[in-house]
């Protein structure tokens, strides 16, 4: 026990800290987009997928006309590959009114086969990317080196809750997701601001899963999310679905996981335990959030 808690005081510790909760932060920052705009957005997993599969392959096949440039294209393909694939969610959520929670669903049961299809296409294996010879740079002093999408997280936190609260865009999203024929009535694009948003949730999504193929990986390995962008989701409903709730759900979440990592090296608990522990965590946490209160339109069709 000893020996635990002296290794959760390292900065090897904390460099896997930083790691678990990267990913988990974008993804649900980008779910909180979509959600205050009232669209469910189960599709996370698959968006996070999505998007370091793109992230990885597009550095890989860049990589000798760009150089040293083609992962930062590679961040580039991966934001904006998940943001196609949210608009498709967007799309069947908005236009043409489908349940958002099936719509989400088939994204992830896309996101489980597509993969396997295009990596066998592009390299004959269905399991992972080749290796890229050059990631993403890494930035700081150490054990705590981090890729950019590090800094761009916490970035977001703060650029999110500014625009959330203090800018015309944020008034009229969140307007959007309690009461969207209000919001109508005083001018404002309800579904213009629900594709905005759910657009922005995949973009967010998509920067997560590069995180992890070519900022904290060097290659696209199947299921890399491991379940996060679900994990990500229980953090903004434990969140309140706001900026800064958001931010300690996922601390919390995080830390799990990073604990997790940690217990593996030791014999305190039964290995299986330990790999779902921060699972368990994630449902007891929803259990004690049952009053949290959702947008009021959530995952209403607008009819207006």
């Not at 294209?73 to 991966?78: D, M, P, R, V």
Request: hydrophobic share 55%; glycine share 12%.
């Amino acid at each position: 026990m000893d020996g635990l808690f002296a290794q959760l005081l390292t900065t090897a510790f904390l460099a896997t800290f930083i790691r678990s909760l990267v990913p988990l932060l974008l993804t649900a920052l980008g779910g909180l987009f979509s959600e205050r705009s009232g669209v469910v957005n189960i599709a996370l997993d698959g968006l996070i997928i999505f998007g370091a599969l793109a992230g990885a392959v597009s550095t890989q096949l860049l990589g000798p006309s760009l150089g040293a440039a083609a992962p930062w294209a590679g961040w580039i393909c991966g934001m904006l590959v998940g943001g196609l694939i949210a608009w498709i969610h967007a799309v069947l959520s908005i236009k043409y009114r489908a349940n958002q929670v099936i719509s989400g669903t088939a994204i992830n049961l896309l996101a489980s086969g597509v993969p396997a299809v295009l990596l066998t296409a592009l390299y004959g294996v269905s399991n992972e990317s080749p290796k890229v010879e050059k990631a993403l740079p890494l930035w700081g002093v150490g054990e705590l080196r981090f890729s950019p999408p590090v800094y761009f997280a916490f970035l977001a936190v703060a650029v999110t809750w500014y625009v959330m609260y203090r800018t015309p865009f944020g008034l009229r999203l969140r307007a959007t997701g309690e009461q969207p024929g209000a919001a109508a009535s005083m001018g404002v694009n309800v579904r213009r601001m629900r594709y905005v948003a759910v657009i922005l949730s995949g973009m967010l999504a998509g920067t997560a899963g590069v995180f992890l193929s070519i900022g904290n990986l060097d290659s696209y390995v199947r299921n890399i999310s491991a379940g996060g962008g679900f994990i990500a989701l229980a953090a903004l409903i434990f969140g309140q679905w706001k900026p800064l709730g958001v931010l300690a759900a996922t601390v919390l979440f995080g830390f799990l996981q990073a604990l997790s990592i940690a217990l593996g090296s030791t014999d305190l608990l039964p290995p299986t335990l330990v790999q779902a522990l921060p699972y368990l965590i994630t449902i007891v946490a929803l259990i004690f959030t049952g009053r949290s209160r959702a947008p009021k339109a959530l995952g209403t069709p607008y009819d207006g």
